[in-house]
Structures are given as C-alpha cells and as structure tokens.
C-alpha cells in the first residue's frame, strides 16, 4: 500500500478520499486553491499545499502544479476523485511519467472510453447494443444532419469529449438542427477544448442505468449492481438510487453482464461506471462509460457494504479483488438525494454567497457527505453541489419516507443562497418517481408546472 496520497480534488470527494486513506494508514496530502483555503475539507489533511488561484484553470486543472505540489510533498500516488482531472489521460500519464501512481485505470483505457465515439464501437464489437447514429466523430454540420435524417428525429448530439451532463442537445425539427449543431461544437470546444460531435437517435421516456464494476490489474472483474440515475435536471443526476426500481430481474442481470463484457473487453482497472439507457419497451442500449469514481458511489456502497474508494486505491498498488462475483450481495435499497445550492424556480441557476446556518440530518441509516458548515463561502467558480444525503432501508417505501425526513431536517441558510431541498422532496412525493414509472423527463416536466 502506498504511504501518502496527493487529493487532487476538493470539498465532499476530498472528504471522501481522505477517509478511506487514514483507515488503510496512509498519509494524506490535499492541494486547494486561495478560494479554498478554509474548507472543511482540509482538516482531515495531514498536509496542505496550495497550488493556485480560484479559477479552476489555474489550480484544480493546472497539472504541473499539481504534479509539483505532489512530488515536493513526497506522495506516492495521486487520486482524482471525480470531475477536474480526473478523466484525463493526459494528466494520467504525467502521473505515471514522474513515477506517481494514478488512482483509476490506465491512460489508455481512459483515452478509448473517454472518446465517447471510440467507447460506443468497442461497446458494438463486445456485443453490447447501441442506440442507432454515427460510428464517428462529424466534420461538418451538413454531415452531422445526413446522420440525423437518416436515422430519424428526435435525436441528440453529443460532444466527443463531454461528460456531467454537457455538450449535448435535443433536436426534435430538422430546421433545427444546424443551429444546434454549431452551438454543440462551440460549446464542447469551450468546456472540453474538443469541438468534434456525433449524433445519436434520442430515446423519449427513457430510464438511465448505470453499473458500478471493480476490476484489478489482474484481469478480475465484477459488478456492484445497478444504480437507477433518472431523475436528472438538464441531463445532470438529482437522485440516485439501488437496486434500480421496476425493472425485471432478468433485464438487469442482463444489463450487468453487458457492463463486465464491456469491462473486460478493455482491461478495466479501477472503479469504473457502464451507463445504459433503458427505452418504454425494455429495450437497453450502452451510452458511455465513465473511469473514475461517481459522485453516487455512496448508493452502492450502502447496498453492498463495499468502500469504493478503498477498493481504488488497493487496486492501484497491486492488490487482486478479495471480492468474487459470488460474493456480491445487494441488501435492501439506497437513495442518494444531491443537495446543490441552486435555485430550482430560475432553472437551477446556481446562488453563490457564504452558509450562515448548517445543519445536515441524522438518525438511523441516514449518512450526508458534505463540506458544507456555518460560514463556509459557496463560490460561482465550482460545482454547486453542497452535499450529498443518503439514507438505506430494508425497502424502497421505507428509503423513500426517511429520506423525505432526512431532507425535512436539512437546514441551510444564507444570504442569497437556495438549495434544491425543497425540489427534492417534491420529486419524493411524485407519484411517478413512487410508482417508479417515472423517465429522465421528470424535473423538467416537474419545473414546468410549477412555473
């Protein structure tokens, strides 16, 4: 095992990380930028160095400070959490290049996965369904359309390089679609410094199903279960949950299987995710894939009793899996509800400004990772995710009733501040998301009437 680790990251997954490292004993070594000074997040730190101003690209996402900060620090390995760096094989291989483990899989691996093209034809060539569209990147709009119109509207392009939710529209009237085309591609090239797009036939009332696997430098492989991600606002993840609710359990063994193929087909070491999309007929298609770990790994680790992180980083210094697919059992049901300080009546427009009260919930089975507490400083120039509450129960009635009073005991205050606390318990209390009939269309069909 290592003896320190570089956090290359921030707030809860900092957190998160540094947790795992102290129980397996190893040193924990967190970088922030000048905004992040006084995080909560760096008291678990057993050093700190600060590696930039506030802007993101100047600190989280400039690797040679990172990279310095890690090798002045004497770490011997780095973990990316999620967003930032971490799905950069790039940066991946700097890591690996200055003799510095990086906590995930391969640079190659990421490369092939992250080229969201690339993963979609190696999904193909295991033998995993894919939704109808271009088997690679498009030079032109007028070439993106040709796709579009062959396969038929709705469809939905794609960033290459997206991820988190960005980099995608919905075109529904081919008199759109140019306009949105072009659109895609300057904003992919702005947030991605990657402009190339594909096209992909949109499925209407879906269910999105992602699958946690573990794989080891050794050629072990095995999944975690599902997890149900479908209440998502602009195509970003609000509640999570497992196991995934109103589906066969033939259809998700099936889905399952799919997620180790396409695992072992490439390799996969690390903790990874397999997201699938699930149409009104039952039919399942792969969508991406994502090398890291998610921000709802908490669900399956409630279910399954499993410490991802911990898993990584073993993984990385050598260790097979103890675990066998054998060995995997889901108890009960997790819920994940992301707690963000966003304003749900101005279309989840994020509300900067400093926490003036903080007090997250307790009671039995009920766990919230956050960085959040009083007089913590919410800027605009990160995720405005404040924390993470997720609770288990025995079954799915009884995770939806304590997490609705959980988030009824969530108490956060600020000037200027909101939080989608008061949206969450209203998707808790929809007959939809109840009866689990509800599709990716929810929150928004939700947000309409009420505004």
Not at 1 to 27: D, P, T
Not at 53 to 59: L, N
Not at 319 to 346: M, Y
Request: net charge negative; aromatic share 6%; hydrophobic share 40%.
């Amino acid at each position: 095992m290592f003896s320190s680790v570089l956090v290359a990251n921030r707030g809860e997954i900092a957190l998160r990380i540094a947790r795992s490292c102290h129980e397996l004993g190893v040193r924990v070594i967190m970088i922030h930028s000048t905004a992040d000074r006084d995080s909560p997040a760096l008291r678990l730190a057993d050093q700190r160095v600060q590696i930039g101003p506030a802007a993101a690209k100047r600190s989280y996402l400039y690797p040679p400070a990172i990279l310095e900060a890690a090798l002045n620090a004497g770490a011997e390995a780095v973990h990316p959490g999620y967003g930032f760096l971490s799905e950069d094989a790039d940066f991946a291989e700097m890591c690996e290049s200055k003799g510095l483990a990086f906590i995930g899989p391969s640079p190659a691996v990421i490369a092939a996965l992250g080229d969201k093209t690339q993963a979609r034809n190696l999904a193909a060539a295991s033998g995993l369904p894919v939704l109808p569209g271009s088997s690679a990147p498009l030079r032109t709009g007028q070439e993106a359309k040709q796709v579009a119109d062959e396969i038929g509207y709705p469809v939905i392009i794609k960033a290459v390089a997206g991820g988190g939710g960005r980099g995608m529209a919905v075109v529904r009237d081919p008199q759109d679609f140019l306009k949105a085309c072009a659109e895609t591609r300057t904003s992919a090239q702005a947030v991605f410094g990657d402009g190339r797009v594909f096209v992909e036939k949109y499925v209407e009332h879906a269910r999105h199903i992602e699958v946690q696997v573990l794989g080891d430098l050794h050629g072990g492989i095995v999944s975690l279960g599902e997890r149900d991600c479908t209440v998502q606002r602009r195509r970003q993840k609000l509640i999570e949950e497992s196991p995934a609710p109103g589906l066969s359990p033939e259809l998700t063994e099936r889905i399952r299987q799919a997620a180790v193929t396409l695992a072992r087909a490439v390799g996969y070491a690390s903790a990874g995710t397999f997201e699938f999309l699930v149409d009104p007929e039952g039919a399942f298609y792969f969508i991406e894939a994502n090398c890291r770990i998610q921000v709802e790994h908490p669900v399956t680790e409630m279910v399954t009793g499993v410490d991802l992180v911990r898993e990584q980083l073993l993984i990385a210094a050598g260790r097979p899996l103890a675990l066998r697919q054998r060995d995997v059992a889901l108890r009960g049901v997790a819920i994940e509800c992301r707690v963000n300080t966003e304003d749900p009546r101005r279309g989840f427009l994020p509300t900067p400004g400093v926490v003036e009260e903080f007090l997250p919930p307790g009671g039995p089975f009920t766990r919230v990772d956050t960085h959040g507490a009083n007089g913590v400083s919410v800027g605009a120039e990160y995720d405005s995710l404040l924390a993470k509450v997720i609770v288990w129960a025995p079954d799915r009635d009884q995770a939806i009733a304590r997490m609705r009073r959980a988030l009824s005991e969530f108490h956060v205050s600020g000037r200027g501040i909101c939080t989608t606390i008061g949206f969450l318990r209203d998707i808790l209390d929809d007959a939809r998301f109840r009866e689990s009939r509800h599709t990716t269309a929810l929150a928004d069909l939700m947000v309409a009437t009420t505004s």
